[in-house]
């Protein structure tokens, strides 16, 4: 092949371009040389063009769903320290992560105290339920909550409910925090009523269930919940000490005792 664009190649990007198949334009004539010098026939070549534009098509789609689930932050489990935490059952977690339980509408729950993980977990099964063609929406307990009022008084309610049914995962992360108000309770509760057996919750929470009252209000509205939370559910416990004390104090410990190897300019490898 020519190395010089030729007139069919002109016309050949032109028609790729308007049958919506960019890749394939920008690597056919990559892959045509390579199929040439492996000497490889041409249903080999045009296999090879159409699984590079199936894969940048995944990638571009899951870049997508990344964005539209508005994480605050990327984690994934490959930077989850499972040894730090041995409460948490790895296998499990691992299963999880391949999303058969949304196709099961179930619900995973992450409790314990604050620093110990949660939201690193939540957000990393959340991140690979987008890479496996998921629509992922997370929130903040808190977020959610001033969402929904918000809709509410602008009486578009209606329209966010119908949004947050149409996804297959909602993470609602740090719910316990700080106490809703009745009004928000309630709508809170409408939402998880909603997902029940339709669209799989992810809740983390450092309170245990005896407590949530504290957050809902009401005895009645919290017992509705966490019957429908629990129904079928895969419950996590994150014990231990907080990540963060965790750092603070190994910061504090080498301040008021530095190395006495970086004082001597010696490099010490860890």
């Known amino acids: 092949m020519k190395?010089?664009?030729?007139?069919?190649?002109?016309?050949?990007?032109?028609?790729?371009?308007?049958?919506?198949?960019?890749?394939?334009?920008?690597?056919?004539?990559?892959?045509?040389h390579q199929a040439a010098a492996d000497n490889a026939d041409h249903l080999t070549y045009l296999l090879q063009l159409t699984e590079l534009e199936l894969l940048e098509r995944e990638k571009r789609a899951a870049e997508r769903r990344l964005k539209a689930a508005r994480f605050p932050t990327i984690k994934t489990l490959d930077t989850f320290d499972f040894t730090a935490r041995p409460s948490v059952n790895k296998t499990l977690v691992t299963e999880l992560a391949r999303g058969e339980f949304i196709d099961k509408r179930e619900n995973v729950l992450l409790v314990g105290n604050p620093g110990t993980g949660k939201s690193h977990l939540a957000t990393a099964l959340a991140v690979a339920a987008c890479h496996k063609g998921y629509k992922v929406r997370f929130f903040r307990a808190t977020e959610l909550v001033?969402?929904?009022?918000?809709?509410?008084?602008?009486?578009t309610f209606l329209r966010l409910k119908?949004?947050?049914?149409?996804?297959?995962?909602?993470?609602?992360?740090?719910?316990?925090?700080v106490p809703a108000s009745k009004v928000g309770a309630e709508l809170l509760f409408e939402v998880i009523s909603t997902a029940y057996e339709r669209t799989s919750l992810i809740v983390t929470t450092n309170l245990p269930f005896e407590s949530w009252t504290e957050v809902l209000g009401s005895e009645r509205l919290t017992g509705a919940a966490l019957d429908r939370?629990?129904?079928?559910?895969?419950?996590i416990e994150t014990k231990g000490e907080s990540y963060r004390l965790h750092d603070a104090k190994t910061r504090t410990r080498r301040t008021r005792n530095p190395d006495p190897v970086a004082k001597t300019g010696t490099t010490q490898t860890d």
């Open 3 to 32: 190395t010089l664009e030729t007139k069919s190649m002109v016309l050949l990007r032109h028609h790729l371009k308007a049958l919506r198949l960019p890749t394939i334009g920008a690597e056919c004539e990559k892959v045509a």
């Open 146 to 155: 001033t969402t929904l009022i918000e809709a509410r008084d602008e009486r």
């Open 162 to 177: 119908t949004q947050l049914a149409k996804l297959d995962l909602l993470v609602l992360d740090e719910l316990g925090y």
């Open 229 to 235: 939370l629990t129904h079928r559910c895969r419950i």
